[in-house]
């Protein structure tokens, strides 16, 4: 258990639809990263916050958007849903600002199904 | 063009066997090299990392990185039933002169191992 904790495990929704993904990290970590993995595009890096702010961004398309809240739980909301979004979502955290040695550590992973 | 090459096999071992998984990128500027570990349902967990070229080792397993080739080895040893899972290699870049980073890591598409007993 990596002490990531990702909810809900899966998600099963229509195309058109918006939904949220939930990550809460590992206690002390202040970074947190949300992946897309698919079985065309293997894992991708969408998104990272640092103790609130956005650091950095990867190929997040415009209709997902996220947030790391004051507790520093983050949330990763896609709307207008396709077929092509759904994946396995996963959220990462880290201890400091990313890097080398910053090692991250990922959730179980939300498994997202857009019928 | 993929930023990381790894071929998804999948690999299928005798136990005991030493198995090599490989990818090659075509980014230079990519510093820090990982090996990822997924078991089934799971998510990634971190094996190794390494910085620059060499080899690094840890117990049964060995990262090896060649630079001037781009190319980076995941070496199993001695490979056992509970190394059967999906081995991702991940990279990411130096952004300046404190060797910092931001953590995007780029990831392979990942090996599907499997040690039969």
């Known amino acids: 258990d990596s002490g990531v904790t990702q909810t809900p495990k899966h998600l099963i929704t229509a195309t058109g639809q918006r939904v949220t993904l939930r990550c809460s990290p590992r206690?002390?970590?202040?970074?947190v990263y949300w992946y897309q993995q698919s079985l065309d595009q293997g894992l991708q890096f969408l998104i990272q916050?640092?103790?609130?702010?956005?650091?950095a961004k990867g190929n997040i398309l415009e209709r997902f958007s996220a947030q790391q809240f004051p507790d520093l739980h983050s949330e990763l909301n896609l709307s207008s849903l396709e077929l092509g979004d759904s994946a396995l979502y996963f959220c990462?955290?880290?201890?400091?600002?990313?890097?080398?040695?910053?090692?991250?550590?990922f959730g179980p992973g939300t498994r997202l199904t857009v019928l | 063009q993929k930023e990381v090459e790894q071929d998804p096999g999948p690999l299928s071992v005798p136990e005991g066997a030493i198995v090599s998984l490989n990818c090659t990128y075509s980014?230079?500027?990519?510093?820090?090299f990982m090996w990822y570990r997924q078991y089934s349902r799971k998510g990634p967990e971190l094996l190794m990392y390494?910085?620059?070229?060499g080899n690094k080792e840890d117990g049964r397993f060995t990262a090896q990185v060649d630079k001037s080739s781009k190319y980076i080895s995941l070496f199993i040893r001695d490979s056992q039933p509970s190394d059967s899972a999906t081995y991702l290699c991940?990279?990411?870049?130096?952004?300046?002169?404190?060797?910092?980073?931001?953590?995007?890591?780029?990831f392979g598409q990942g090996t599907i191992l499997t040690v039969h007993p």
């Open positions: 990462a955290s880290s201890i400091r600002t990313g890097g080398f040695t910053d090692t991250q550590y």
């Open positions: 206690s002390g970590d202040l970074s």
């Open positions: 916050y640092y103790n609130g702010e956005e650091r």
């Open positions: 980014n230079s500027a990519f510093q820090y």
């Open positions: 390494t910085y620059s070229s």
């Open positions: 991940a990279m990411d870049l130096n952004l300046g002169a404190g060797g910092t980073s931001y953590g995007k890591l780029t």
